[in-house]
């Protein structure tokens, strides 16, 4: 009994720490993008001044809205999850790595007015991301198995399907016009804005 | 009983990684301001040298003592609150995105010695967080009841109601005098320092 | 006594909120400072070019192993401390204020090959640091009462009164030759890498 | 009975401090290496532009792998732990300080196309923070005693007892031929890679 209960404890902080590390990276990836927004290339203390930093700015935008809902997701996924092992650890890292590419793609795409290169640029990392979190979530429903409430809880995840397949076409359109990619990539982020209901009603019904 | 109790843990726990998560941003809000005080803009080694980072550092000051007061803020606000949603983490990543932009402001007026345009800026962006900071409440305060411990706390909310209109005053005067704006800034600011009694005084009416 | 337990749990965790917040800065402050070595100043790739960034490194190391021990004695005295207050997280603001300024005067110093005015404010910046430490701890015994183990553990601190006074002559010395002050920070460092067992004594010697 | 409770939440407190602070600085350090990846250095908006910063990356990537396996590892080791103390803090800031110096090393070598002497540096630093780690462990092993379950679960250490070695083979090696030192910087790292089963396997027996 009293075993049980520390291996329970001993478990959850392990999470827990995985939480914290998660969110600082997060919290520092949201944040040392707004860097990029650089003062000098502001010349002059006009309004003008400040339109050669609006596309940088809608830059990040943009990606602080992609890292907000990494972080919401992530959140949720691994409040519904237990406990994390060696596996669960790393393919977290694996996530971690490609969002903290998102702040070069961002200052790479802002800097040269969503060019076709950079936004296609930005599609791949966004890609990667995407991959990296299905990778995550696989390794952690495999950790609670295939009958978890965590299992239970993705269900169909039909916007975790459709978000690489827009970032695909985001990517290869890019080369034809940008902003038709750039327009996906806001999409998706729509998509996603709409509350992940599907994990918070599987635990109120548990409760 | 359990069931309640589980539920109490999971949301106070949600509750934590919100603030944790909100801790990390702001701290680092606060300490990147600090890499604008550029050692290059210092020319030489002696006293004189420093004044060209007397500008910054005065821009630093104040808006050190403001994401000082809004971690203050939230901090007390979130202590009052129970339990987090969905809603609740959007409104809170949209106060930090607001948060996320006077790193840019304080330093596009520091190096324009408080010229009329950054100083504008810099209240427009005080006003945005001000608007972020009110719709976190409204959203928290939904989430807890009009007849909570949180509404009434939160009372006629005097401060919360002049900053924003101080704000606008500042924006429109900063193309008379950028002083005057700035005076105001200072002067919210100020308001603002003298401790939130209303929600510590509650809460210890209540225990 | 119900609600004796939930004061006590409610201002435990403002304590701990202080803490992480302090965390952050106070690690976010010792990380950047690795930002001032810049590569663009080792010109080229042999050791030679390293060179270049000796003067920086030092200065690195002395603020590295200070704000190692702020941290450590900010992480003693908020351990002995029970509860946390409106003045004590503003007392605390005012300590991280200092601290964050430390960044700017080790670059400025070390890029400067120790020159007698960064020197001069880099004592400047510590002998403020001190104050604001030493501030914080009298609002915090003030909080606990003069008779609180806190209160016993501060004792006649010896320490904390002698580092002052080598700032202020490494202050005026530096004027004469900045390696004497240096000597004297080095030293203060020292004094205070000596484990601080005054708390940790009396903590054991209660339990 | 109750002092021993009150001790243990103490001690756990502390060490848990411990924890959090480490993994703030680990989570800027593993994020701010990639402000080095700068799109300044990648001019232009088209792919061969990226070209610039492809070793960078490539450093990057190794670094990125490097602090995560620290991460895990002190992770691992501090879950195995059960209290801290003032010498145990002060080893763990020593392992952070060499953990540090990564960014830097990684974009000196990332900028020089892996040249002689950027690579003996990187093999350099990576000695440093195997030696404090070493260090750390040793620390921590003589605060829990020769027979507790933490000195076992280290047992014979093959891998941090090679892995020095390597470092050194680099760093000798780098003058020869840089890429040999890079072929053992990343052979260390995939034998790291292989998650430390040594003490969850411990950890799961005890249980």
């Not at 827990?16 to 002059?44: C, N, Q, W, Y």
């Not at 994390?84 to 070069?104: C, D, K, M, Q, T």
């Not at 038709?180 to 999409?187: A, D, E, K, N």
Request: proline residues 3%.
């Amino acid at each position: 009994m009293r075993q049980r209960d520390f291996r329970g404890k001993s478990l959850s902080m392990e999470k827990g720490r995985l939480e914290a590390f998660s969110d600082g990276v997060i919290a520092i990836i949201i944040t040392i993008m707004v860097l990029e927004l650089k003062v000098e290339e502001a010349h002059g203390a006009d309004f003008a001044a400040l339109s050669h930093v609006w596309n940088p700015f809608l830059a990040y935008v943009l990606s602080f809205i992609y890292i907000g809902i990494y972080w919401n997701n992530h959140h949720h996924m691994l409040q519904a999850a237990e406990r994390s092992n060696g596996a669960i650890l790393w393919a977290n890292l694996h996530l971690l790595f490609w969002l903290s590419l998102v702040p070069f793609a961002t200052a790479w795409m802002g800097e040269n007015q969503f060019a076709a290169a950079p936004v296609a640029l930005y599609g791949a990392v966004l890609l990667m991301a995407a991959i990296a979190y299905w990778m995550l979530q696989g390794t952690i429903i495999r950790e609670h198995g295939r009958d978890s409430l965590l299992a239970q809880a993705m269900g169909r995840d039909l916007k975790g399907k459709l978000s690489p397949l827009c970032y695909i076409a985001g990517i290869g359109l890019s080369f034809v016009n940008p902003w038709i990619s750039c327009g996906l990539y806001v999409l998706v982020a729509l998509i996603w804005l709409v509350p992940d209901a599907r994990i918070e009603r599987l635990l109120k019904g548990r409760k």
